[in-house]
């Protein structure tokens, strides 16, 4: 009789628990729900967007790989261009050491053709012979000129330039001291470049 009383308490406390289940709030039901559906979606990448984003990450790939042929093509063509410079730059160096004295032989050519037809006359006097000597000294100033080569020819009393001038001597002299006395040979200079000193005597100090 006993063992029939708990029986019956036992199957209506079950009764009670499954009835207190199915008549549960409904939003606790939807959340357990959800919370269903996403230990569902962790347990894996659904298929069409893992492609989703290995095609963006191939398509990213292509992009880089486009932009570095471009770089390394510029890279290339930059690198042509300056060996090109290069090279001409030491041609046009090589032709300027080569072809430098070109400019002043073309001028002097004249001159030596004079002095050449000038020996070749027998008989001259002396003052055909000062005329040749002045029409050759012409030409050869004409080609001075031309390749600017310049004269260094101070004048007595003009500042000694040490730059320009060389003092052989020194004499006593009314002028004021360190300034040129006598030219005994004139220098010259090809531009802004002595190329050889005037030789001066220069006033000693008083």
Not at 64 to 82: G, I, N, S, V, Y
Not at 177 to 198: C, E, F, H, S
């Amino acid at each position: 009789m006993q063992d029939q009383e708990n029986q019956e308490l036992s199957q209506q406390g079950n009764g009670a628990a499954q009835t207190g289940v199915n008549s549960a709030d409904p939003a606790t039901a939807a959340a357990a729900n959800e919370a269903a559906q996403a230990s569902a979606g962790q347990a894996g990448v659904p298929p069409t967007a893992e492609a989703s984003v290995q095609a963006e990450l191939e398509a990213q790939l292509s992009a880089t790989e486009a932009k570095l042929a471009e770089m390394h093509d510029a890279f290339m063509r930059a690198k042509a261009d300056a060996e090109n410079i290069r090279r001409r730059a030491q041609e046009d160096v090589s032709k300027a050491h080569k072809f430098a004295i070109e400019s002043f032989a073309e001028a002097m050519v004249p001159v030596r053709d004079s002095l050449e037809m000038a020996l070749k006359v027998e008989s001259q006097t002396v003052e055909a012979i000062r005329e040749g000597v002045e029409m050759t000294l012409k030409q050869l100033t004409a080609a001075f000129e031309k390749n600017r080569l310049v004269e260094v020819m101070p004048q007595a009393g003009e500042k000694l330039d040490p730059n320009k001038h060389q003092a052989v001597a020194v004499v006593p002299s009314e002028q004021e001291a360190n300034t040129v006395v006598a030219v005994l040979q004139k220098g010259y200079m090809i531009a802004d470049r002595l190329l050889r000193p005037a030789i001066v005597t220069a006033a000693a100090p008083k």
